[in-house]
């Protein structure tokens, strides 16, 4: 094998990462576009909510139906909403996620497989004697090919962790929900009584 034969080989290594970067740019665009219209419609929504609730703050003839208007009834309406939107988000970030590991799975498979298929290459067409060099080679290259493994399982476990992340705030937003609700209660029961 000639030097030309030696630098197409990487060459197609190189455009191959070259596809599977683009490929995930493409999946981090998607997922910035559905959070973007994912905020737009939860922003448009709160600008209404809170347009309503100052014109009845306004409107109102008096303390008591303006205390009405901040009852734990309209209170939890606006804690279900936030609560949804994080859902929505989170289920966003994490198909985005499981979309970007199964495109860096692929990139890596498929970059050591060229590698390992060059290797072969390189190693097979060695002229004789060069057996010291071959070791080295191949010693550096199954490094570099451990490595790509390193990187594969923190990324995994990265985005377990960010996934494991955004359901525990889900969840402590949820009990502060419950909370406020379980507290709110007595208060609003006292009002009713008065």
């Known amino acids: ?22 490929s995930l740019s493409e999946a981090v665009l998607e997922n910035a576009q559905k959070l973007a219209e994912l905020n737009y419609a939860a922003s448009k929504d709160a600008l209404v909510n809170t347009q309503d609730s100052i014109q009845q ?23 279900t909403q936030a609560i949804t939107y994080q859902k929505k988000a989170a289920k966003v970030l994490r198909d985005g996620s499981k979309e970007f590991v ?16 060059w290797i072969n ?15 080295s080679f191949k010693t550096v290259y199954g490094s570099a090919l ?15 962790t960010a996934e494991k ?21 007595p208060a609003s029961r006292a009002r009713k009584a008065a």
């Open 102 to 117: 199964n495109v860096v799975d692929a990139s890596i498979d498929q970059l050591q497989d060229g590698l390992q298929d």
């Open 1 to 22: 094998m000639n030097q030309d034969q030696i630098t197409a080989k990487l060459s197609q290594i190189n455009s191959r990462g070259l596809e599977a970067s683009f």
């Open 121 to 135: 290459t390189v190693t097979a067409n060695a002229p004789a004697g060069s057996d010291a060099f071959l070791s």
């Open 146 to 160: 451990q490595g790509f493994e390193q990187f594969r399982a923190g990324s995994k476990e990265a985005f377990a």
């Open 165 to 185: 992340t955004a359901e525990q705030a889900i969840e402590t937003i949820q009990g502060q929900m419950i909370q406020v609700k379980k507290s709110s209660t």
């Open 57 to 79: 703050v306004l409107t109102a003839k008096d303390p008591k139906q303006v205390t009405e208007l901040l009852s734990p009834e309209v209170l939890q309406a606006a804690s």
